[in-house]
C-alpha cells in the first residue's frame, strides 16, 4: 500500500503540555467531514459505571457537541444499558449514574439520550452480510435512536478489557450501539462453563440473575440456557469457582465484536467519526470501578474516519509507551492483552478482514 493510501490518523501528544480543548477543535476540524448541517448526529460515549472515575469527563463531551453546532449540527449524547445487572441495566438507571457522573444536559450542552428505551431492546436487526474466521452472528440490533442518527461521532476512552484485551473504537461501536439481545449474542459463545462439583447451593447466582435464568430444586443449581443472556454475572459473583470460560472464549468474542461493529457502520456509510483519547488507560474497562491503576502514562487524542487504524494506533502508541508501576516489568508489546490474557489485535484484525478499514496508516501530528 503507497502512503498516499493510507488512512490518516491525527494525533495531538499530551507532551506538547496544551490546552486539549483547543487541541480538540484542532483535530476535530481534520475529520468533520461527516458531519453535515442539519444532521442528527449521536455522539456515542461512554458515561461511566458508578464508582469509576477513568471514563471521559464531561467537559470532553461538551467541547465535541460544540463543534458540532459550530458545523450546523445537532448532536445528542448517546449509549445503551448493560447486559448484565447493575446501575446502568435500565435507562433510568443509566441517566442516574449519568448524572451522578457529571453529565447533564446542562453540563453537555446537548440532550442525553439512552438509545435503546428503558429495557434496552428497541432497535432493528440490521444485517452483517460478510462473516470471517468462522463468525456466525450474521445480523445485529441497532438501538433506535442512534439508528435514526444521519450521523456518528464516536469519543472512546482507551483502555484495557477482561474479554477483548482492550477496549477502543471498535468495541464502543460493537457493544454500545446496539440492544441486549446483541450485545448477548455477542457474548454467548463466552457463556460461563459449570462445575456442578464445585456449587455449593448457597443460591447466590439464582438471586443475582436478572433474567431468571437461574433456579435451585434440591439444593443443585440449574440453568435455563434459552433464559440465559451470557451477562456473565454470575461468572464474576461466584466464590466457589462453579463457572468458567469456555475455551478460547476471549478470542471467540474478539471476532464477534468485530462483525457487530461492522453491521453498525455500514448503516453510516462514511458518516462517521472517531475520536480517540488515550488517557487513563487502566488494565480494566469503564464498567469495573474500579478498573484499576493505569498502565501507561497518558499518551494524547487520536481522530481519524478509520476506526481500524485508529484502534491500531492507539494499541501501537501504548506499546511504544513505558508502563507504569506494577507493569513496569511487563512484557512489551501488546500490554493490555497480556494483562488480559489474550490478544488485543483480534478485533482490529476481523475489522481489517471485513472492509472495515486499514491497519496500515499515517500518523500525523498536529502542529
Given at each position: 500500500?503507497?502512503?498516499?493510501?493510507?488512512?490518516?490518523?491525527?494525533?495531538?501528544?499530551?507532551?506538547?503540555?496544551?490546552?486539549?480543548?483547543?487541541?480538540?477543535?484542532?483535530?476535530?476540524?481534520?475529520?468533520?467531514?461527516?458531519?453535515?448541517?442539519?444532521?442528527?448526529?449521536?455522539?456515542?460515549?461512554?458515561?461511566?459505571?458508578?464508582?469509576?472515575?477513568a471514563?471521559?469527563?464531561?467537559?470532553?463531551?461538551?467541547?465535541?457537541?460544540?463543534?458540532i453546532?459550530?458545523?450546523?449540527?445537532?448532536?445528542?449524547?448517546?449509549?445503551?444499558?448493560?447486559?448484565?445487572?447493575?446501575?446502568?441495566?435500565?435507562?433510568?438507571?443509566?441517566?442516574?449514574?449519568?448524572?451522578?457522573?457529571?453529565?447533564?444536559?446542562?453540563?453537555?450542552?446537548?440532550?442525553?439520550?439512552?438509545?435503546?428505551?428503558?429495557?434496552?431492546?428497541?432497535?432493528?436487526?440490521?444485517?452483517?452480510?460478510?462473516?470471517?474466521?468462522?463468525?456466525?452472528?450474521?445480523?445485529?440490533?441497532?438501538?433506535?435512536?442512534?439508528?435514526?442518527?444521519?450521523?456518528?461521532?464516536?469519543?472512546?476512552?482507551?483502555?484495557?478489557?477482561?474479554?477483548?484485551?482492550?477496549?477502543g473504537?471498535?468495541?464502543?461501536?460493537?457493544?454500545?450501539?446496539?440492544?441486549?439481545?446483541?450485545?448477548?449474542?455477542?457474548?454467548?459463545?463466552?457463556?460461563?462453563?459449570?462445575?456442578?462439583?464445585?456449587?455449593?447451593?448457597?443460591?447466590?447466582?439464582?438471586?443475582?440473575?436478572s433474567y431468571?435464568?437461574?433456579?435451585?430444586?434440591?439444593?443443585?443449581?440449574?440453568?435455563?440456557?434459552?433464559?440465559?443472556?451470557?451477562?456473565?454475572?454470575?461468572?464474576?459473583?461466584?466464590?466457589?469457582?462453579?463457572?468458567?470460560?469456555?475455551?478460547?472464549?476471549?478470542?471467540?468474542?474478539?471476532?464477534?465484536?468485530?462483525?457487530?461493529?461492522?453491521?453498525?457502520?455500514?448503516?453510516?456509510?462514511?458518516?462517521?467519526?472517531?475520536?480517540?483519547?488515550?488517557?487513563?488507560?487502566?488494565?480494566?474497562?469503564?464498567?469495573?470501578?474500579?478498573?484499576?491503576?493505569?498502565?501507561?502514562?497518558?499518551?494524547?487524542?487520536?481522530?481519524?474516519?478509520?476506526?481500524?487504524?485508529?484502534?491500531?494506533?492507539?494499541?501501537?502508541?501504548?506499546?511504544?509507551?513505558?508502563?507504569?508501576?506494577?507493569?513496569?516489568?511487563?512484557?512489551?508489546?501488546d500490554?493490555?492483552?497480556?494483562?488480559?490474557?489474550?490478544?488485543?489485535?483480534i478485533?482490529?484484525?476481523?475489522?481489517?478482514?471485513?472492509?472495515?478499514?486499514?491497519?496500515?496508516?499515517?500518523?500525523?501530528?498536529?502542529?
Amino acid at each position: 500500500m503507497h502512503d498516499s493510501e493510507r488512512p490518516e490518523v491525527f494525533f495531538s501528544p499530551y507532551t506538547r503540555n496544551r490546552a486539549f480543548l483547543r487541541e480538540l477543535r484542532a483535530l476535530f476540524s481534520r475529520v468533520a467531514a461527516a458531519v453535515s448541517p442539519g444532521d442528527s448526529v449521536a455522539v456515542k460515549v461512554h458515561m461511566g459505571e458508578y464508582g469509576g472515575s477513568a471514563y471521559l469527563r464531561p467537559p470532553v463531551v461538551r467541547r465535541v457537541c460544540d463543534l458540532i453546532k459550530e458545523k450546523g449540527g445537532r448532536p445528542f449524547v448517546t449509549d445503551t444499558t448493560t447486559l448484565y445487572p447493575g446501575r446502568r441495566f435500565t435507562a433510568g438507571q443509566y441517566l442516574a449514574t449519568a448524572t451522578f457522573n457529571g453529565f447533564t444536559e446542562e453540563s453537555v450542552g446537548s440532550p442525553i439520550v439512552i438509545a435503546g428505551g428503558e429495557q434496552g431492546y428497541d432497535g432493528e436487526w440490521v444485517d452483517i452480510p460478510d462473516r470471517v474466521s468462522g463468525c456466525t452472528l450474521d445480523r445485529t440490533k441497532v438501538a433506535t435512536e442512534i439508528l435514526n442518527a444521519d450521523s456518528m461521532v464516536v469519543l472512546s476512552h482507551v483502555k484495557g478489557h477482561p474479554m477483548s484485551g482492550f477496549g477502543g473504537a471498535i468495541k464502543n461501536v460493537a457493544m454500545g450501539c446496539v440492544t441486549k439481545e446483541s450485545k448477548a449474542d455477542q457474548h454467548r459463545l463466552n457463556r460461563g462453563v459449570i462445575d456442578f462439583s464445585k456449587c455449593t447451593g448457597c443460591g447466590d447466582c439464582v438471586e443475582a440473575c436478572s433474567y431468571g435464568a437461574m433456579s435451585l430444586p434440591d439444593d443443585r443449581m440449574v440453568r435455563d440456557e434459552e433464559k440465559c443472556m451470557s451477562c456473565n454475572h454470575c461468572f464474576f459473583l461466584c466464590t466457589e469457582g462453579v463457572f468458567s470460560l469456555p475455551p478460547e472464549a476471549r478470542e471467540r468474542f474478539s471476532v464477534y465484536l468485530a462483525h457487530a461493529a461492522a453491521g453498525v457502520l455500514r448503516l453510516f456509510d462514511s458518516r462517521v467519526t472517531f475520536i480517540s483519547f488515550v488517557q487513563d488507560v487502566t488494565p480494566l474497562c469503564d464498567c469495573v470501578a474500579p478498573s484499576g491503576l493505569p498502565v501507561v502514562p497518558d499518551i494524547g487524542i487520536l481522530a481519524s474516519a478509520d476506526p481500524v487504524a485508529i484502534d491500531k494506533a492507539s494499541l501501537d502508541l501504548i506499546a511504544r509507551a513505558r508502563p507504569l508501576g506494577k507493569y513496569a516489568d511487563a512484557a512489551t508489546g501488546d500490554i493490555l492483552g497480556n494483562i488480559n490474557k489474550t490478544d488485543s489485535l483480534i478485533q482490529v484484525r476481523t475489522a481489517r478482514e471485513l472492509g472495515m478499514g486499514n491497519t496500515e496508516y499515517r500518523l500525523s501530528e498536529q502542529e
